[in-house]
């Protein structure tokens, strides 16, 4: 029987068959996997030492939970916002991070910046795509570029600027009609229903000139 020498990796003659061969070939290629994926972790982990970051629930759990989806996880917002208002990072688990951005200034770099330089993060992205399609923003390539093509013409500042009275017309009635709903003392409103009626009232307001006093 013909034999495989394999002396150069310190192993003995062994049989002609290409098995042990391809089993050492698929752990070399799963252990480069691993030795890649680790060195991933650790060049973002340098990269991000920049950013505070407050501190961590656990070791393993990273910042899972800090907040929560309630009143006072709103009141952790704001305190982190508070004390760390350039931005901060965040820990989901111990090997994902995520940099939250609070000043207008780098998130005006950040928004402004093409999708070479501040790709989309997909892992999170993924999440939204069911509610919100693979629309603007959660495109990415060609596609995005072309939508944003459409678009930017119509959504301009220049355009929109004049219409910021209407836009804050609309939003005073909203938050008023809120102050009325809640002056009798503890009460629950559906924001998706006000919100969606404000934004009518702009519409009408603006490309109608309208007012149909849809949200009283």
Not at 3 to 29: D, E, N, V
Not at 75 to 102: K, N
Request: aromatic fraction near 12%; charged fraction near 15%; glycine fraction near 6%.
């Amino acid at each position: 029987m013909l034999q495989l020498s394999l002396s150069w990796l310190g192993l003995g003659p062994l049989a002609a068959s290409p098995w042990p061969l391809l089993l050492l070939l698929l752990a070399s290629w799963f252990l480069a996997r691993i030795l890649a994926w680790i060195y991933t972790i650790y060049d973002n982990s340098r990269r991000l030492r920049c950013f505070p970051q407050p501190p961590k629930r656990s070791w393993f759990w990273g910042h899972l939970g800090l907040v929560t989806p309630t009143e006072q996880g709103m009141r952790d917002v704001t305190q982190l916002v508070a004390t760390y208002p350039q931005g901060f990072r965040t820990w989901l688990g111990p090997i994902h991070p995520l940099v939250t951005l609070c000043h207008p200034d780098m998130v005006r770099a950040l928004t402004n910046a093409s999708a070479a330089v501040a790709p989309k993060d997909m892992v999170f992205y993924s999440f939204l795509k069911p509610w919100l399609g693979d629309g603007l923003l959660l495109s990415s390539g060609d596609k995005w570029s072309h939508h944003r093509r459409l678009l930017t013409p119509a959504f301009h500042f220049n355009i929109l600027k004049p219409y910021m009275k209407i836009f804050n017309d609309s939003v005073n009635i909203m938050h008023a009609k809120w102050k009325r709903l809640a002056s009798g003392g503890s009460t629950c409103l559906d924001m998706f229903e006000h919100i969606s009626l404000m934004t009518l009232d702009s519409l009408q307001k603006c490309v109608f000139s309208f007012d149909s006093n849809c949200q009283e």
